[in-house]
């Protein structure tokens, strides 16, 4: 399991899959079902105007570099970006299979405070099998909300994958809901978190 935590360019795609690259240098493939999961809009940032200008990332330029480095490194990979709905944006997991195709999507259900003025919350909750294993996801806030992550359970979750941007100062609950998901449903949960600040190149 490689949980990539970095820090995010506002807006410039380009520089952020490069350090997501950079990241990645070092890793070396093992044995056994491998995952690599970015931390939530990775690629992007959370500065709504740079969603118009840099048009949207799922299907698109996001969605292309999760496949690829799934491919490259015959990992299942996570991974969300903007995709563009019918008056609004979602805020859209992809996941690749090791050999690059995506092999399921998912739309964040529950957008956090003001992201309400800019993405519409999906409606249906996603369980995927990545080589044997049942893998639940989800993204950042509703880590918050026990009865997504036990429904997911019940279901046959064995992990859930959470990419995030959950910001301080709010990281004792981060690190706290964490481990109650965990801990309630008797299963893992391997989570991203943006780390630093969003920054301008």
Not at 42 to 53: L, T
Not at 170 to 197: C, K, P
């Amino acid at each position: 399991m490689t949980l990539v935590q970095m820090m995010c360019g506002e807006g410039d795609r380009d520089f952020n899959f490069m350090q997501a690259e950079e990241l990645l240098k070092d890793y070396k493939r093992l044995t056994g079902v491998q995952f690599i999961v970015f931390p939530e809009l990775f690629a992007i940032g959370f500065r709504y105007e740079d969603y118009e200008k840099c048009g949207p990332g799922v299907p698109g330029p996001t969605s292309e570099f999760i496949r690829k480095i799934a491919e490259r490194y015959g990992a299942y990979t996570f991974g969300t970006g903007i995709e563009r709905g019918k008056a609004k944006y979602y805020n859209t997991l992809v996941a690749a299979g090791p050999s690059g195709n995506v092999i399921g999507t998912y739309r964040k259900i529950h957008p956090f405070q003001d992201e309400c003025a800019v993405f519409d919350g999906g409606d249906t909750i996603v369980l995927m099998e990545c080589g044997g294993i049942k893998v639940g996801v989800q993204i950042c806030y509703y880590i918050r909300f026990p009865e997504v992550s036990r429904r997911l359970a019940v279901e046959g979750a064995e992990i859930l994958i959470i990419p995030a941007a959950f910001p301080d100062p709010r990281s004792s609950h981060w690190n706290t809901l964490i481990q109650a998901r965990a801990i309630e449903n008797q299963l893992y949960v391997a989570a991203a978190n943006r780390i630093g600040f969003g920054f301008d190149k």
